[in-house]
């Protein structure tokens, strides 16, 4: 199926629904589309951050990760 007629199927089926239903269509149709940035635009921060201060967050992710508190809830 081309993308026209993707497109052609869908209004068709949207214009069969009430707004409020076309709505949560919307919405459902929104949260599908990907969000921020690609990772590759991040390439230029690689080595701003100090090997030092990479080590003290690797430390503080073990240490704070991975636990189980069974008495926690």
Do not use: H, Y
């Amino acid at each position: 199926m081309t993308n026209a007629v993707i497109r052609e199927n869908l209004i068709a089926q949207l214009d069969k629904l009430p707004p409020d239903l076309q709505l949560r269509v919307l919405d459902f149709v929104s949260a599908l589309i990907p969000k921020g940035i690609a990772g590759k635009s991040l390439l230029k921060f690689e080595g701003t951050i100090p090997v030092e201060d990479l080590k003290l967050m690797s430390a503080a992710i073990e240490e704070g990760c991975e636990k189980v508190d069974i008495n926690e809830w």
